[in-house]
């Protein structure tokens, strides 16, 4: 059972396509690993056994009529708490949608599904993934692997904690703001935030709609490629879905990054940022570097303009996709005789402090006599960072930076500063304001043994050059294979 756990996405199918292993025995241990250390690490919201041996069951059952087999036969998998998944509850980590069990499936669950994906349970995450901890949760928080006295990131951090764990092969996340990236950074795993488009939010509980991006968390960067294989491409039921067809990466064992142009920002290596952070990201550059990339300086100039415009645009957004959660039709609901009063006890009651400061950050920003000055200026230093990243792809094929200014920071170690708490996530922002994807992965340790990451970021659908980039990197090194806790 624990070698079962150990196995990586790529090496669970090698052993389910040879008959080496089944389904029924992989989810079972990662069952039995979730029975056995979840009550410490509070990764997930919601686990269903039965529902998931019946689902491997099924797989080893088709496994045995042979024929054509879909890609992911029997593969145990983790999703976010954000994401619909029929029949299973969907909280987005709030009591506001308590007894919610969505009727439908986000399609990039369905597509996993698909093509044999076993469903563990629903991981867990900031309220409406509006944080950057997992402490926004109205639940609990959940606890890094690597020192349970320290946050796994958000709002994320389910499916990375999780990852790291061994509790499951890879998860699936959203990152509106860097919450794939910055938990994958903190639980020294891999997180992949796709170009903005590149995969459906169909059945996603929407915080920004022109900023979240549905991605996934796993061991290494192959692992990640091929799930994103499988939910990537151009869905009908998103407006905003991009009309590409579904990427087809393939990552062998000898993969070169001769020739590659990797930028590097300064605006990103600031003053503050933790020396440990800058010391091993700089190393990691320097490792691309004799793998055969070409490294050169770039400049990002209107990066210090990420943080105040994603929390001037974020907000006004929320505001109003979550103006639908009023205890009429779905959740919580409050009894009271008169429906304005029903709206707002059930709002006050349902939605938590760091959910309600975004709305009314939002509401502010949005309303009248204050729209151009706030929202409609965002939205126009909005236009000249993703110019920037544009600019800078003009001289260089990807651009590689720290994830975060620190590793994992101490549960309760911003209070109640929510200044603080953004900061977390100031060097993930552009690319969510820009719609390019972006990459995280271990890259080293600090001197307490928490995981430090790195990112690249790319051009807009061009996911394939991050993730060979990786795993060059990968191939490598082994920072990826550490694991926080004996087995």
């Known amino acids: 059972m624990t070698e079962l756990t150990a196995l990586s996405v790529a090496a669970a199918l090698t052993g389910l396509a040879s008959g080496e292993i089944s389904s029924r025995d992989l989810t079972h241990a990662c069952l039995a690993a979730i029975l056995q250390h979840d009550p410490e690490l509070r990764c997930f919201l919601a686990v269903e056994p039965e529902q998931a041996l019946a689902q491997a069951d099924a797989a080893d059952a088709r ?25 299973m509850p969907a909280t987005a980590g709030s009591r506001i949608l308590a007894g919610f069990r969505p009727p439908y499936t986000a399609t990039a669950v369905r597509r996993l599904q698909e093509a044999g994906v076993v469903i ?23 606890r890094n692997p690597w020192n349970t006295g320290r946050v796994p990131g958000g709002s994320s951090g389910g499916s990375a904690a999780a990852v790291a764990a061994r509790l499951t092969p890879a998860a699936l996340g959203t990152d509106t703001g ?7 950074a903190f639980c020294g795993v891999t997180g992949l935030k796709p170009t903005y ?12 709609s022109s900023l979240d991006t549905v991605g996934v968390l796993a061991r290494g960067a192959e692992d990640v490629a091929v799930l994103f294989n499988v939910m990537a491409g151009h869905d009908p039921l998103d407006a905003t879905s991009a009309r590409r067809p579904a990427p087809q990466v393939r990552l062998g064992v000898e993969v070169s990054i001769a020739g590659l142009r990797l930028g590097v920002p300064e605006e990103y290596f600031i003053a503050g940022i933790q020396p440990a952070v800058e010391e091993k ?56 005789a008169d429906v304005i009063e029903m709206f707002k006890e059930t709002r006050g009651a349902g939605f938590g402090p760091e959910v309600v400061r975004r709305i009314m950050l939002g509401t502010y920003a949005l309303s009248a006599g204050y729209y ?61 304001l820009a719609g390019v994807p972006g990459l995280a992965f271990p890259v080293g340790f600090d001197a307490d043994g ?22 060059a990197y990968q191939q490598a090194t082994d920072w990826h294979t550490r694991v926080p806790r004996s087995e």
Request: aromatic share 8%; glycine share 10%.
């Open 281 to 336: 990201v700089r190393a990691a550059i320097a490792q691309l570097e004799s793998l055969g990339a070409q490294v050169r300086p770039v400049s990002l100039p209107h990066t210090q303009y990420a943080l105040p415009v994603y929390y001037i645009i974020a907000p006004a957004e929320a505001s109003a996709n979550l103006a639908r959660f009023d205890g009429v039709r779905y959740g919580l609901r409050l009894p009271h």
């Open 450 to 471: 928490l995981p430090v990451g790195m990112q690249l970021m790319g051009r807009p659908f061009e996911e394939e050059t991050l993730l060979r980039t990786a795993h």
């Open 63 to 87: 496994r045995r009529e042979g024929g054509i087999l879909p890609p992911l036969l029997g593969l145990p998998l983790a999703v976010k708490d954000v994401l619909a998944v029929e029949g």
């Open 372 to 432: 151009d000055a706030y929202y409609g200026q965002a939205q126009k230093v909005r236009t000249l960072i993703a110019r920037d990243f544009s600019s800078a792809f003009e001289q260089v094929d990807v651009i590689a930076a720290p994830v975060a200014p620190t590793t994992a920071f101490a549960i309760g170690g911003h209070g109640d500063d929510p200044l603080a708490m953004y900061l977390e996530d100031v060097f993930t922002l552009p690319a969510n």
């Open 178 to 184: 860097g919450s794939v990236r910055q938990p994958a």
């Open 120 to 142: 563990l349970g629903k991981t867990n995450t900031d309220e409406f993934a509006m944080g950057s901890s997992t402490e926004n949760s109205a639940f609990f928080t959940t």
């Open 197 to 208: 488009g590149r995969v459906s939010r169909y059945g996603l509980i929407a915080y920004g």
